[in-house]
């Protein structure tokens, strides 16, 4: 496809087109929907995480008012589990359906379920099973992972060269442990199911972030063939990588509706998002670098290993930018898993790079402290000319670009690298910096564009809007395309029943379906032409096709600007509704032999404050740099950035689950014990694009951002600690107590 280099929508900042259906109040999110007859359910949760139930009594829950079924082991009825599959098909955290066995393997598993006429009963009814339970020790602990990291394979990840010999004959070098806490995603909008049976076919109202696999992984649990499972989610209160594969209460919400024959509303509530929904693992990383006294890194190796549930498998993929962030001729990256009593981890925004990044970037820090030598000329020096890692080119890479940027409009060139120096109306002045990336990929897209007789388009996409824009950049797409206004063009989204869309995961929607509704909006052009050339009436019946175009919403004889027919009307003279378009565009996610390197990339400035007097610590400031082809939308991408510096807040100084070493059970399990960035904590943040299309990803040059807003925050904040207070954090998040204790925190250093 032609690369699209002029636009008078692509890249122009336009408001979202669902703002006001949400700003209303009348945007449905899944939990919204109300059916006539509608039951509500609420599970029962183990209260133990390691063992057996030995006795359910659900006879007094049975009688309560309200109660109209108690279902458990014996009475749900049937449910699969899915086959094992690879790449974006029938993805599912965990592969044991809900109630399959009597054996408990973390806090919060669903044990059974009421539904009951009002949720109030549903709830109570749920409290009043009697469950008991023959329990054995479990491990959740306090040390989730110990020090040394414990595991019981590493893989290897990536490897060049010899590491062992550099890192021993290395003349600089650094070796640290890093630690990072289980983190909940904590999304505004619960996690809820509304599930409809009509005694064939199940109409699934969801949160989700990819309702396509939602339904291909309902059917297969359920039992029954795809076309009989529609899996709906038309807004989505967020879900930071919690919502993108399905968990087991949608599928107990789906068999009770199944077994009652009446709708079924579960809302998971906020103590059980904190248990049986993901979270980021507890990780821990071990990096060691090696360099030349110039600053050249002569060798990296990063081990981790990250905390998984019992039965299944959850790799959090720490050394996805490892291997190619840097040069060195030397490199090796493993990761195993630890297994323990918690539910299953899954991937929270940025999975992988963002807890990796913490790593190497604060390691990166060190190094450059260890060499005396300013942090950015550090990362300068090292700036690679190809993908290392796999021996191909970057489709576009402009990180040196991002670091100088950033420094410029950080100011960076004014600070003085000792430790407290920095002062500014009385509190010491701490900055800090990292690099970062994040993967850019295009997944494979099925789009429908039609042209309508009033005037109007439509687009149609079996992907999901999970509040980063989507619905706002398709329209402007098909806007680009057909010069149709972007208040013309209705965006239908969030139904499996539409063409097969991206799942809204990996920042890559934008890149993925930008081919699919150009290709799509061109064919439907084509229809249109068609139809110009075809029917009676028509100012351009007889003509040919190639000599005819579409623009600005006009039909016209090529370069004739003159004669040009609207659109609407010659549909009007063909006597048809509308013409439409199809188009699938095709992945590059997971190809075998790549022969680009597609990543985004950016630098992440912040500045703390820090007064010793009160042990007060505040992120004041942040700058950040980000790379991620061309942005099609200026206003939705700055806020995505702009939420993710937020969330990096949030997880270099607050977030952290905390489990009961007895029980099992994350105990700050709300949103007052939990603590998250709010308004508060938000730093001045300037945000800027450096907006180099990526001809490579597709026709637009677009390849998305969100996740990589994260990625480098917290080390650049941890680094800015430690420029202000001497004191190295190096196990997240960073606590007022750490900076109270010197020595506590800065002991690894080799
Ligand atoms: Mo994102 S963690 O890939 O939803």
Not at 81 to 86: D, F
Not at 147 to 155: A, F, N, R, S
Not at 264 to 285: C, E, N, T, W, Y
Not at 467 to 496: C, F, K, W
Request: hydrophobic fraction near 40%; aromatic fraction near 6%.
């Amino acid at each position: 496809m032609d690369q699209v280099t002029e636009s008078k929508v692509i890249g122009v900042s336009t408001p979202r087109i669902d703002g006001p259906l949400k700003v209303s109040g009348s945007a449905m999110y899944a939990s919204d929907h109300h059916f006539p007859g509608l039951l509500y359910a609420w599970p029962v949760c183990a209260t133990i995480s390691n063992g057996k139930i030995a006795h359910l009594d659900t006879a007094g829950a049975e009688k309560m008012p309200g109660v109209v079924a108690v279902y458990h082991r014996e009475n749900i009825g049937k449910l699969y589990r899915v086959p094992p599959s690879s790449g974006f098909t029938l993805i599912i955290d965990e592969k044991r359906p809900p109630l399959e066995d009597d054996t408990i393997r973390y806090y919060g598993q669903y044990v059974a379920v009421v539904v009951a006429q009002t949720v109030e009963q549903a709830r109570a009814a749920a409290e009043s099973v009697r469950v008991t339970y023959n329990k054995e020790k479990p491990d959740t602990g306090e040390k989730l992972l110990g020090t040394p990291l414990t595991t019981d394979k590493p893989d290897e990840k990536s490897k060049r060269g010899d590491t062992a010999a550099a890192l021993t004959a290395a003349r600089v070098k650094v070796d640290a442990v890093y630690k990072i806490p289980v983190e909940t995603h904590n999304p505004i909008e619960l996690h809820a199911s509304v599930a409809v049976f009509d005694g064939k076919k199940y109409t699934l109202y969801e949160t989700s972030q990819a309702v396509v696999n939602h339904r291909d992984v309902m059917a297969q649990m359920l039992g029954v063939p795809t076309e009989q499972v529609q899996v709906i989610t038309r807004f989505l209160g967020s879900g930071f990588g919690g919502k993108l594969w399905p968990w087991p209460h949608g599928l107990l919400a789906a068999a009770c509706a199944r077994n009652l024959g009446r709708p079924v509303k579960l809302v998971v509530s906020r103590q059980m998002m904190f248990q049986s929904v993901g979270h980021r693992p507890a990780i821990d990383q071990r990096i060691q670098l090696a360099a030349e006294p110039d600053g050249k890194l002569t060798a990296v190796q990063q081990d981790y290993v990250n905390h998984t549930s019992m039965l299944d498998d959850y790799d959090e993929g720490c050394g996805e930018i490892t291997p190619f962030l840097y040069s060195t001729p030397n490199l090796l990256v493993t990761g195993g898993l630890a297994r323990r009593n918690v539910g299953n981890p899954t991937a929270m925004r940025g999975p992988g790079a963002v807890p990796g990044l913490f790593a190497l970037e604060s390691a990166m820090d060190e190094l450059a402290i260890a060499l005396k030598m300013d942090p950015v000329q550090l990362r300068l020096k090292n700036e690679p000319a190809l993908d290392e890692s796999l021996n191909i080119p970057f489709s576009s890479r402009h990180m040196k670009e991002c670091l100088t940027v950033g420094a410029e409009k950080f100011g960076w060139a004014k600070r003085t690298p000792e430790i407290g120096s920095m002062k500014r109306d009385g509190l010491t002045l701490g900055w800090g910096m990292a690099a970062c990336s994040w993967l850019a990929a295009r997944i494979e897209t099925e789009a429908t564009v039609e042209l309508l007789q009033d005037g109007s388009a439509r687009v149609a996409c079996g992907t999901q809007d999970i509040g980063g824009g989507t619905y706002t950049v398709m329209a402007q797409v098909v806007s680009h395309e057909t010069g149709i206004p972007v208040n013309r063009i209705d965006v239908v989204l969030g139904d499996s029943s539409l063409p097969p869309g991206p799942i809204s995961g990996g920042s890559w929607v934008t890149a993925s379906m930008t081919p699919a509704v150009l290709g799509a909006a061109q064919n439907a052009g084509k229809a249109l032409l068609l139809a110009a050339i075809k029917s009676d009436g028509s100012p351009f019946k007889g003509k040919k096709q190639e000599d005819l175009e579409l623009v600005n919403g006009t039909v016209r004889l090529k370069g004739q600007g003159q004669d040009a027919v609207p659109m609407a009307e010659i549909l009007r003279i063909a006597k048809v509704n509308s013409v439409s378009g199809t188009n699938k565009s095709d992945g590059t996610f997971g190809a075998s032999k790549p022969k680009v390197s597609f990543h985004s990339y950016g630098a992440q400035f912040a500045e703390v404050t820090w007064q010793p007097e009160i042990a007060r610590l505040r992120v004041s400031r942040v700058v950040t740099v980000i790379d991620a082809g061309r942005i099609l939308n200026p206003r939705p991408a700055r806020n995505q950035i702009e939420g993710a510096v937020v969330m990096g807040v949030g997880m270099a100084m607050f977030e952290e689950t905390m489990y009961d070493a007895r029980s099992g059970a994350p105990i700050n399990n709300n949103l007052a014990d939990y603590v998250v960035a709010v308004n508060a904590d938000t730093p001045d943040i300037d945000v800027t694009f450096l907006d180099y299309p990526d001809y490579q990803l597709n026709a637009l040059g677009a390849r998305g951002v969100g996740e990589i807003g994260l990625a480098g925050i917290a080390a650049a904040i941890t680094s800015a600690v430690y420029h202000a207070t001497g004191i190295r954090v190096r196990d997240l998040p960073v606590r007022i107590e750490d900076l109270l204790v010197p020595a506590s925190k800065s002991a690894h250093l080799a």
